[in-house]
């Protein structure tokens, strides 16, 4: 079938406003320096977006294997909505408040991805899935890019700061919540004799490759926000970028590149097969982090913040992508077990902040090295599905 973008259309809505929930890296250094926070404390803010990952993903996966996927991205748009008004309603009162507005974004998030990657299959066209789901992390990207971009641009043109981030984004769910309940779309229905279930969900983690392929999606992730929380503190290391003033452009950047590479493995994936390109990607990423080393100048530095981002851009999407289309009769189950493993957002970045605390922030980088590695090793190792 051709691609039907009216049906397709609410979908792509839906993983901008998962890239939403990414705020919580640009805002790490920003609330870092406000507050005088340590590198290991500065990591609760991703923690608090990124703990719902954790808690909410295998039973929201059940839940929509008996509800639909629509459903569930209705209700994490609304989840979503909800968090963003809350500290717009407070007038930002209290830091405690935020951070309960993050928990509610990170909700949100979670359900989004639960339902949204799976249904991006429902309306795809055979044999585009991995295409279409890399330009859905494409369109994420565009999100994730706003939480530092639209913080720079309202400090150099209208005076204001990182607030500006939650009405503009309660608008656009809002309208993303609107388009998606008026669209009707047909779910394809699992051929299992028997619902989800916690008993299948353990029964498939027991799937050596499952459990390897969750663990990538834990190891990426937590580089991924790493990455996005840590680049602006790199560039006030090693060229003395004023954080407050300059820091974000690391992290715009690295969000810049993203969003590049993931709109060229949609372009890619049409003649490439998705392990080899997953194998590609894995390697420019360790040549981009391993560049962060011996850069000499802030070009140089930049540049490799843009090799990391290219290389990082389409690891998710393959990894979830190729996993679902080996087992697709449990994509329920297999898409609540990697969205769950989206929690390595909140545990890789206190290793990595708690490494910098103890030796240096260069040293830190070694955290998010080891996690690509470990997928690097992972594609070329063939594991037979036990």
């Known amino acids: ?16 406003c998962m890239g939403f929930g990414d705020v919580v890296g640009p805002l790490t250094s920003q609330l870092q320096s406000e507050y005088q926070l340590s590198n290991f404390l500065a990591g609760f803010v991703t923690f608090m977006g990124f703990i719902m990952f954790g808690l909410l993903s295998v039973p929201m996966g059940l839940y929509q294997d008996r509800k639909g996927k629509k459903h569930v991205l209705v209700l994490g748009m609304i989840a979503a909505l909800i968090g963003l008004l809350l500290p717009i309603i407070g007038q930002f009162a209290s830091f405690g408040l935020l951070l309960a507005s993050l928990l509610l974004l990170g909700t949100g998030a979670t359900l989004l991805q639960v339902a949204g990657n799976p249904i991006m299959r429902d309306v795809s066209p055979d044999g585009k899935y991995s295409r279409n789901l890399s330009f859905g992390q494409f369109i994420k990207a565009i999100g994730s890019l706003s939480g530092a971009l639209l913080p720079l641009l309202a400090a150099k043109y209208w005076g204001l700061d990182w607030k500006i981030l939650f009405p503009i984004y309660a608008i656009l769910v809002l309208i ?16 299992t004799s028997s619902p989800a279930s916690f008993g299948s969900v353990l029964a498939l983690l027991k799937n050596r490759y499952v459990f390897f392929m969750v663990l990538a ?7 991924e926000v790493s990455m996005s929380a840590k680049l602006p503190n790199y560039l006030e290391y090693k060229f ?3 954080i407050k003033e300059m820091g974000l452009w690391g992290t715009l950047f690295f969000f810049l590149s993203l969003m590049i590479g993931r709109f060229l493995g949609g372009v890619i994936l049409n003649w490439m097969i998705p392990s080899k390109f997953l194998r590609l990607t894995t390697l420019l990423s360790i040549l981009g982090i391993a560049s962060l080393y011996f850069a000499t ?7 490799s913040i843009f090799i990391i981002g290219l290389g990082f851009a389409n690891i998710f999407p393959l990894v979830f992508s190729i996993t679902i289309d080996a087992m697709p009769e449990r994509s329920n189950e ?3 077990l990697m969205v769950t493993a989206i929690i390595g957002g909140a545990i890789v970045p206190l290793i990595f902040g708690a490494v910098v605390d103890i030796f240096t922030l260069m040293v ?18 063939n594991i037979k599905q036990v």
């Open 1 to 16: 079938m051709k691609n039907n973008y009216l049906k397709s259309g609410p979908v792509f809505l839906a993983f901008l």
């Open 297 to 303: 100048t802030s070009l140089f530095g930049f540049v």
């Open 334 to 336: 297999i898409s609540g």
């Open 217 to 223: 999606i834990f190891l990426y992730v937590g580089a």
């Open 240 to 242: 003395n970028f004023d």
């Open 176 to 191: 993303a919540v609107i388009y998606l309940w008026i669209v009707k779309i047909d779910e394809k229905k699992n051929n």
């Open 364 to 381: 830190g980088f070694a955290v998010p090295m080891l996690c690509i590695v470990y997928i690097l090793g992972l594609s070329f190792y």
